[in-house]
């Protein structure tokens, strides 16, 4: 009997050091930050044309990524609701993503706000560094983007 407990002993020892060498890092403890910035606004032939720049700081390869954002006018209304599309994020990259709002001025957008991720996934599946770990800036003095 002492033999048995001793085996069922070492076997959950030697289940749980393999289990703690694959087990993925917590999400607490992945570090860095998704950055976007609002780099520029430029009236185009069929609307506003906005450039974003997303760079990965985190330790998770994404390979999709999009976020929902509000148009608010000059008025502090909401406009629209869109989904940016950010694709594929590296580690350590920076993608420079443009995105149409047809019919739209870039004069007559004041604020441009991330409700948050639609997705945010890599290989291993979902993640929250889209949402637990983002910093917001924008280059253009006209549009708040926050």
């Not at 917590?26 to 044309?49: H, S, V």
Request: hydrophobic fraction near 40%; aromatic fraction near 4%; glycine fraction near 4%.
């Amino acid at each position: 009997m002492i033999a048995a407990r001793h085996s069922i002993r070492a076997a959950c020892a030697a289940l749980a050091a393999t289990l703690a060498l694959t087990a993925p890092v917590p999400l607490a403890a992945q570090t860095g930050t998704i950055e976007l910035e609002l780099n520029t606004a430029n009236d185009a032939e069929t609307g506003c044309r906005l450039t974003y720049v997303a760079t990965n700081n985190t330790s998770v390869a994404l390979e999709r990524s999009s976020y929902e954002v509000a148009v608010y006018n000059n008025d502090g209304i909401v406009q629209r609701l869109l989904v940016l599309e950010f694709g594929w994020l590296p580690v350590g990259k920076t993608r420079v993503v443009q995105f149409d709002l047809p019919e739209q001025s870039c004069t007559d957008i004041s604020r441009i706000s991330v409700n948050g991720p639609v997705e945010c996934a890599s290989s291993e599946g979902e993640q929250t560094v889209c949402r637990d770990n983002q910093i917001l800036s924008s280059r253009v003095p006209t549009i708040q983007f926050n």
